[in-house]
């Protein structure tokens, strides 16, 4: 007899199990029994799934149902799919639940500091079974690695880019900028500076957001930031600093770090209006791991409170 039809269809994982009850019991009646449904109802559904594949799986008699040869080839291969996806679920749920993994993030340079030195010891000593992998770039950097899956977040500042549709950004701090020179440096001599006062000065700085960067040439009355130096250590920067006449700024995190280590001064300027955001962006709708979730709490903990963005 000839059990195969014209035609294709797809099967879920619903189907494959509505067609290995009837295949285990023998019968539509007791499976339809076993999976809480009526028969006419389950009759119904194989009957489907059979006109969809375009093939007879079970021959039916007064006595039960028994798998076709083509019947019985699909049922292994049906099981093995449900074995596998059990499989998938259960390593899913078992890295989602556990501490131990790797986390990868990606940050912006005015982030970097920051989780560098009160994240990364925290999380060494607080869960040893998670690593942290640190890349540090532009969110235009590391947007494209972030959908891709190459890395599980990204701190830093989003107010200068477009987020794309699959990305979601809240904030989680918003930092004043403080401005710092050389001790000694004839703007550090003055009890009050203007921000016009920087404008003959040139500027070491981090890679600069539009935002910022738009800000600052109108505060300071100067058409362009005049750059003397740029990388996206601030500890390179205030090295820099301390041995020319350069004006740069930082969070007053990171500022306090780098006073207890180089000669440098903060600069005491009235009328700073400007916060740069930290943003955390994430994959919309991709859950973190447990570790991720772990390292995200440090990292919220070691900036501030998260706001909408």
């Given amino acids: 007899m000839n059990t195969e039809r014209p035609g294709y269809g797809a ?7 509505q067609l290995l009850a009837v295949a285990d019991h023998g019968s539509i009646r007791r499976a339809a029994d076993a999976l809480g449904m009526t028969q006419p109802g389950l009759s119904k559904n194989i009957r489907l799934i059979e006109d969809r594949l375009g093939m007879v799986v079970f021959e039916r008699s007064t006595t039960g149902a ?18 596998d996806l059990e499989a998938i ?16 993030i990606g940050v912006g340079p005015v ?12 999380c060494a000593r607080d869960h040893p079974g998670i690593a942290i992998e640190m890349d540090i770039g532009t969110p235009s950097e590391q947007f494209p690695r972030l959908v891709r899956g190459d ?30 020179v050389r001790k000694g440096h004839p703007l550090a001599l003055q009890p009050r500076v203007k921000l016009s006062d920087l404008r003959p000065w040139k500027m070491a700085h981090v ?3 539009t935002p910022f960067a738009a800000w600052y040439s109108s505060a300071a009355g100067v058409g362009e930031l005049h750059t003397g130096f740029q990388c996206d250590d601030f500890e390179m920067l205030a090295e820099a600093v301390e041995t020319s006449d350069m004006v740069s700024y930082a969070s007053p995190q990171i500022l306090a770090r780098l ?14 209006d400007f916060r740069h955001h930290i943003h955390c962006a994430q994959p919309a709708g991709r859950a973190l791991s447990r570790p991720g979730q772990k390292v995200l709490q440090l990292i919220e903990a070691a900036f501030g409170t998260a706001t909408a963005r």
Avoid: W
Wanted: positive net charge; proline residues 3%.
């Fill in 207 to 209: 890679r600069l957001t």
């Fill in 11 to 17: 099967l879920g994982s619903r189907d494959i199990a």
């Fill in 259 to 272: 006073l207890k280590r180089y000669a440098i001064a903060v600069l005491d300027i009235a009328g700073i």
């Fill in 66 to 83: 028994v798998a076709t040869e083509i019947g019985t080839l699909l049922l292994r291969r049906g099981r093995q799919i449900l074995l």
């Fill in 151 to 180: 890395i599980d977040m990204f701190i830093g500042n989003c107010d200068s880019i477009s987020l794309p549709a699959n990305i979601q950004a809240r904030v989680i701090d918003e930092v004043e900028p403080v401005f710092f």
């Fill in 111 to 122: 982030a970097a500091p920051i989780i560098a030195s009160q994240v990364i010891a925290r």
């Fill in 89 to 104: 679920h259960r390593d899913l749920r078992d890295e989602l639940l556990s501490e131990t993994g790797r986390v990868r």
